[in-house]
């Protein structure tokens, strides 16, 4: 299943990736989604920036996955950003959800918009598990989606403070 996202900021790029690889941000961005026992590191190796959080939320599952979440689930997200170019930068990510067999997978930009930038996320939701998979991959859809809204206004919070 496919998942985008777009994030409007009102500040250039720059400030928005200086955002996104403060350990603060990437700790209050796991928090703010319903993440328990954070854990975050953010390592820059040359042109390349890896931002990694691990965070446990409450499972608020319907009886369906129930059996193959249990009560709470571990999510591990990686975001993996590319040189400044002209402060528009590209990368990937991918999330993945302890042993429930479901990965979220795609492409990330940040881009001039104006005076601001938008944050572009497109990717693929893939859940491996027989007759239910399709609902699986609906429920983490709508769980994205809703950490999306969440995450722009923690954004244009972060930024305006």
């Given amino acids: 299943m496919d998942i985008t996202g777009h994030l409007v900021y009102d500040h250039p790029p720059v400030d928005v990736f200086a955002m996104f690889i403060d350990p603060d941000y990437v700790r209050a961005r796991a928090e703010a989604t319903g993440g328990d026992d954070v854990e975050t590191a953010v390592i820059v190796n040359g042109d390349t920036t890896e931002i990694t959080n691990g965070r ?9 996955a129930q059996s193959l979440v249990g009560e709470s689930v571990r999510i591990d997200e990686t975001h993996v950003w590319g040189p400044d170019a002209d402060g528009a930068r590209e990368g990937t990510f991918e999330v993945t959800f302890g042993k429930v067999p479901v990965v979220v997978r795609g492409r990330l930009r940040l881009v001039h918009d104006g005076a601001g930038s938008v944050a ?10 027989p007759l239910v998979g399709r609902k699986i991959e609906q429920l983490v ?5 809703a950490a999306l809204v969440i995450e722009q206004e923690l954004g244009q919070s972060w930024l305006t403070d």
């Fill in 56 to 64: 446990t939320v409450d499972a608020d599952v319907p009886s369906f």
């Fill in 120 to 129: 572009t996320l497109e990717g693929q939701i893939k859940a491996s598990v």
């Fill in 141 to 145: 859809h709508d769980q994205v989606a």
